[in-house]
């Protein structure tokens, strides 16, 4: 299986043909990924924090949005994801919307540099034509879920998304306990769509990562693990050697 590069193999073709456009062509599904969620990182330092993120040999970094109206926060915006960008170009950004509309800052955040674009079932917009239109923009959609929203609701988008995200806490904070109890969502996303990206977010450290992934997830979000770690590069390898 192959994972994806950064730099400059970043646009060239797909060696298994994929089919994916230009941004997607080298993020090949089913690989172990970690990734951090900046909403734990320290914002009097961010620059620097995403470069610690990167440098810890993590795969992407988690950009939490959040709308005031659909969890009770708010985070950051476009700007934050155009500075990752301009910080480590070479860095995967994976953008959550925890938004209501996100219809209406697809554009935003596609010219800020996102390059997968996460939208929830629970939002309130035409999801199929939201879906579309992330890949349209040659950019990877995915589609989250909430803890308390049955996974069946998924079952009409499964051809339309690249990539599934199964919340493990109630979305808005960082720093909740890991929910158990979603994790049979995974195995129903993974026995209908065996090849998709299933990613959990929400309290996931090393010892929540490996029953997600027993459960069919391969994509780990780690907001406060992760970031409250001294040696994060550590913590990464301990979390792969783990999820092996
Ligand atoms: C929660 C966010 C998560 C959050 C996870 O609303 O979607 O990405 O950053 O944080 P931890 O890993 O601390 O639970
Ligand atoms: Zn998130």
């Given at each position: 299986m192959l994972g994806f590069k950064r730099g400059a193999a970043r646009r060239q073709t797909c060696p298994i043909a994929c089919g994916g456009g230009a941004n997607r062509v080298y993020y090949h599904p089913m690989k172990t990924q970690i990734l951090p969620s900046l909403l734990a990182a320290d914002f009097g330092r961010?620059?620097?924090?995403?470069?610690?993120?990167?440098?810890?040999?993590?795969?992407?970094?988690?950009?939490?949005?959040?709308?005031?109206?659909?969890?009770?926060?708010?985070?950051?915006?476009?700007?934050?994801?155009?500075?990752?960008?301009?910080?480590?170009?070479?860095?995967?950004?994976?953008?959550?919307?925890?938004?209501?509309?996100?219809?209406?800052?697809?554009?935003?955040?596609?010219?800020?540099?996102?390059?997968?674009?996460?939208?929830?079932?629970?939002?309130?917009?035409?999801?199929?034509?939201?879906?579309?239109?992330?890949?349209?923009?040659?950019?990877?959609?995915?589609?989250?879920?909430?803890?308390?929203?049955?996974?069946?609701?998924?079952?009409?988008y499964l051809g339309e998304i690249d990539e599934a995200l199964v919340m493990t806490v109630h979305p808005g904070h960082g720093g909740q306990k890991f929910m158990a109890e979603c994790l049979p969502k995974v195995a129903w996303l993974r026995e209908r769509r065996p090849e998709l990206d299933v990613m959990v977010d929400g309290g996931v450290n090393g010892e929540t990562a490996t029953l997600a992934a027993k459960a069919g997830a391969n994509q780990f979000v780690a907001g406060s693990y992760l970031f409250a770690q001294k040696d994060m590069a550590a913590a990464v390898a301990d979390m792969r050697r783990r999820l092996a």
């Open positions: 961010l620059a620097e924090e995403i470069l610690r993120a990167e440098a810890s040999g993590a795969d992407a970094l988690h950009l939490d949005i959040m709308d005031p109206t659909f969890v009770p926060n708010i985070s950051f915006g476009p700007d934050v994801v155009s500075l990752a960008k301009r910080t480590a170009p070479g860095f995967y950004r994976n953008v959550h919307l925890m938004m209501n509309r996100p219809d209406l800052y697809l554009d935003a955040f596609a010219k800020a540099g996102a390059q997968t674009i996460q939208v929830h079932v629970e939002a309130d917009c035409d999801l199929h034509s939201v879906l579309r239109r992330i890949r349209e923009m040659d950019l990877r959609n995915a589609i989250v879920l909430n803890p308390e929203t049955p996974v069946e609701v998924l079952a009409p």
